[in-house]
């Protein structure tokens, strides 16, 4: 279903269509951009091949004063079903212990329930995540902290910034959808990102990217429905020398077009229930994973769109190209 447009959307850049939609569809989006729900969708979704990073129930505290909240699970998470508890018996717990191996003792104690992972071997490497935020992460690697960024605001990689960044986070959270912070496997440094941006369900746009510390690299390609092409593959043509952010480089590495064209199956999944999406996937050891969904790119404010905004503008007419 197409919906009805202004009158001057056709002649509208990219930027103000975003920021007209940004305000339809709300209620579904808000699930999908969910970066703790959409692990549930996945998972009834079952796309063959399509990896997502596991949510961790159990760590290490980097020091002894660390919020016990980052570290238990959620109802959800624990075992057995059946038994379940409410966050208010979680909170009733935490107020009267003081380190994890206490919290998971009175669970088993009192009420029989105990995580779904091995709390004796805790990961060592792994991120702090809000469930709907640009950019919101702790970086833990080797049971050290790495990196503490909310949006473009970075803190110092220290323990006692944890819980700065915490009150910031909830401080400046202005969505409507209730805040959670949650724990997730740690998967790699410097991953290919493959962004796919879609309209009217169909892929438009592939943007390949990754960042080292001195750089970042990116590449861009539009792309051609398989009904376009001889082999009845998608087809990307690169738009050389177009970027999204200002002082990128361009990708040396030439891209697997075998995995793009898995990538974009995967992403006309969650395209079909919108007009605008972006999904977002890494590949790591020959694995393409989830990453998450967006309708707001760069929240509105932090992509230069230039020459790729008018592709995708042209693609996002008043009435769905065939």
């Given at each position: 279903m197409v919906l009805q447009k202004p009158s001057k959307w056709n002649d509208m850049n990219l930027n103000d269509k975003l920021r007209w939609y940004a305000k339809k569809d709300n209620d579904i989006k808000n699930i999908y951009a969910?970066?703790?729900?959409?692990?549930?969708?996945?998972?009834?979704?079952?796309?063959?091949?399509?990896?997502?990073?596991?949510?961790?129930?159990?760590?290490?505290?980097?020091?002894?004063?660390?919020?016990?909240?980052?570290?238990?699970?959620?109802?959800?998470?624990?075992?057995?079903?059946?038994?379940?508890?409410?966050?208010?018996?979680?909170?009733?717990?935490?107020?009267n212990v003081n380190s994890p191996e206490k919290f998971w003792a009175v669970l088993k104690e009192k009420y029989?329930?105990?995580?779904?992972?091995?709390?004796?071997?805790?990961?060592?490497?792994?991120?702090?995540?809000?469930?709907?935020?640009?950019?919101?992460?702790?970086?833990?690697?080797?049971?050290?902290?790495?990196?503490?960024?909310?949006?473009?605001?970075?803190?110092?990689?220290?323990?006692?910034n944890i819980e700065k960044w915490k009150n910031y986070v909830v401080k400046h959270y202005v969505k409507k959808i209730p805040i959670k912070f949650f724990i997730e496997e740690f998967i790699g440094y410097d991953l290919k990102v493959y962004e796919i941006f879609c309209i009217y369900g169909k892929p438009r746009l592939c943007s390949v990217y990754y960042e080292t510390s001195g750089a970042m690299f990116e590449s861009n390609y539009t792309i051609k429905s398989s009904d376009e092409s001889e082999d009845g593959k998608l087809n990307l043509e690169l738009l050389k020398g177009h970027f999204l952010f200002e002082g990128s480089v361009e990708l040396k590495h030439t891209i697997n077009n075998d995995i793009v064209n898995q990538i974009c199956d995967y992403a006309k999944k969650f395209a079909s229930y919108f007009?605008?999406?972006?999904?977002?996937?890494?590949?790591?050891?020959?694995?393409?994973?989830?990453s998450e969904c967006t309708f707001k790119p760069g929240n509105l404010k932090n992509i230069k769109w230039r020459y790729i905004g008018q592709v995708l503008s042209n693609c996002w007419t008043s009435k769905a190209l065939a």
């Open positions: 969910d970066k703790y729900k959409i692990k549930f969708i996945l998972k009834q979704m079952s796309l063959p091949g399509l990896h997502y990073a596991k949510t961790i129930t159990h760590v290490k505290p980097i020091q002894s004063s660390s919020d016990l909240k980052f570290i238990v699970p959620y109802e959800m998470e624990l075992e057995p079903r059946e038994n379940q508890i409410t966050a208010k018996n979680i909170n009733d717990i935490i107020e029989n329930i105990y995580p779904n992972n091995a709390i004796n071997s805790p990961p060592s490497s792994y991120i702090y995540k809000l469930n709907l935020g640009w950019n919101t992460m702790i970086f833990i690697n080797n049971n050290r902290i790495a990196k503490i960024v909310s949006g473009t605001k970075e803190f110092e990689p220290i323990s006692d007009e605008f999406v972006r999904v977002d996937f890494y590949v790591h050891k020959k694995k393409i994973y989830f």
